[in-house]
Each structure stands twice: as structure tokens, then as C-alpha cells.
């Protein structure tokens, strides 16, 4: 078990820019998450899949948001035209959903990508 | 909407002084009670679920319990490596995202 891997850790750039991050899930988990936090917060939702499919996207997430899993397998968070709003760490994980008699296992995480737009 | 309210904010303990963390929730069909533990930047680090009220789980030097509406995570003579943040979590009935309180952190000193 390699557990959940992101990249980059650290991000920063000017606001205005595109930016794009990767994760790589736990090989066997079907299910990959997004969530943001600030400082003194908790984990915030913003989007999952199951396999390739985006299943929720919370309304929080604006359009300069996009998220990818092509291949079911890792998938990138895009964000468009930075802003400062949007410096934060922003967190993937991974499940392993086996349908609902058997309901979802506990989500793991990865270490986050710390964005600073500056 | 679902959510999670999580008290104290912060919490000191001197090592050995035992406590509680408290955990809030309205989830419609709860489907599992979630306790991590993160460390200042990392991810959270899953430590119990709970499914179902009167339910219990216990890890080395803490214990996890249920009722219908809240949840408490009991710490028993503490030491300064459990320092952290604890973060609850709620599922609902859909299976799909869990929602987060905004975590007590605990520090424990020597």
C-alpha cells in the first residue's frame, strides 16, 4: 500500500495564472476525492468520482474549476485565472466503494498541494 | 443540510490529564462516523468509524463512542505525541462526500 500520492506539495503562483495538480490514488480504491482547506478549517468538498465518472461537484466549485480522471486511475485539479481566494491546501483522496450492501470504505488521504497565488 | 460541530476549539492537556473531544451532528441516514487525526501540514490520518449508535472503538490511548446525535472521542492519559488536530466527519445516506467539522486541536505538554 503506497497510499495516496499528490503532486506538486507546494505551489506557488501569480494570480491570473492556470494551475494543475495530480493525484495518484490507492491502485485497488474505485473512488477519488477533492477537498480544499484553509487554515483552522476543516477538509471542504469539492469533488468526486467513482471510476471515471464525476458523480457530485459541490456548488461551492466555480467554473475556473476542473477536475479530470480519464482512466479511472489518477486524476488532476485544474484551476483557471487564479485567484488570492484561492490559496489554500487542497487534498485528494481515495475509496473503496463496494456498492450499497457494502458501502464505502474509510477515505484516505494524501499529504495536499499547499497553492499560494500570490 | 448535513452538518458537523466540533467543541472545544483547542484543548490543553498536561500529559497523563485524561479528556474528551465532542462531536455534533445532523446527517440524514447516517451511514458512518468518521475520526482522523492531522498533523500540521499533512493530510488527516483516518483513525475509527462508527456506524451505528451505542457502537465503540478503541485505539491504544483513545475510544471513540456514539449516540444519535453526537460523538465522543475520550483521551486517556495523553501524551505530547498526540498533539494534533482531531477532525470529525459524518456520511449520509447518499455514500457520497463526508462533511467536516473544523477540527479541536490538542496539544498535550509535558
Known amino acids: 500500500d503506497t497510499g495516496v500520492s499528490q503532486d506538486p506539495r507546494h505551489k506557488i503562483t501569480k494570480r491570473g495564472q492556470n494551475v494543475t495538480f495530480r493525484c495518484d490514488p490507492i491502485?485497488?480504491?474505485?473512488?477519488l476525492y477533492w477537498y480544499r482547506q484553509t487554515l483552522g478549517q476543516g477538509p471542504e468538498f469539492l469533488t468526486y468520482?467513482?471510476?471515471?465518472?464525476?458523480?457530485?461537484k459541490s456548488r461551492l466549485l466555480s467554473d475556473r474549476f476542473s477536475a479530470e480522471r480519464p482512466k479511472g486511475s489518477f486524476s488532476t485539479l485544474e484551476i483557471q485565472r487564479t485567484e488570492q481566494g484561492d490559496s489554500a491546501m487542497y487534498l485528494c483522496?481515495?475509496?473503496?466503494?463496494?456498492?450499497?450492501?457494502?458501502?464505502?470504505?474509510?477515505?484516505?488521504f494524501g499529504n495536499g498541494t499547499r497553492l499560494t497565488v500570490t | 443540510e448535513d452538518q458537523v460541530t466540533q467543541s472545544p476549539e483547542a484543548l490543553r492537556l498536561q500529559e497523563g490529564e485524561s479528556s474528551s473531544l465532542n462531536c455534533s451532528y445532523t446527517v440524514s441516514g447516517l451511514r458512518g462516523l468518521f475520526w482522523y487525526r492531522q498533523d500540521p501540514g499533512k493530510g488527516p490520518e483516518f483513525l475509527f468509524t462508527?456506524?451505528?449508535a451505542g457502537e465503540e472503538k478503541e485505539k491504544e490511548r483513545l475510544k471513540a463512542t456514539l449516540t444519535k446525535k453526537e460523538s465522543f472521542l475520550h483521551i486517556t492519559a495523553p501524551k505530547p505525541e498526540d498533539s494534533a488536530t482531531y477532525l470529525c466527519a459524518v456520511q449520509g445516506s447518499t455514500l457520497g462526500r463526508l462533511y467536516f467539522g473544523r477540527g479541536t486541536q490538542l496539544t498535550v505538554w509535558p
Open positions: 491502485s485497488e480504491h474505485n473512488r
Open positions: 468520482f467513482q471510476n471515471e465518472a464525476q458523480l457530485e
Open positions: 483522496a481515495s475509496s473503496l466503494y463496494g456498492g450499497r450492501g457494502h458501502g464505502n470504505s474509510p477515505l484516505h
Open positions: 462508527l456506524y451505528s
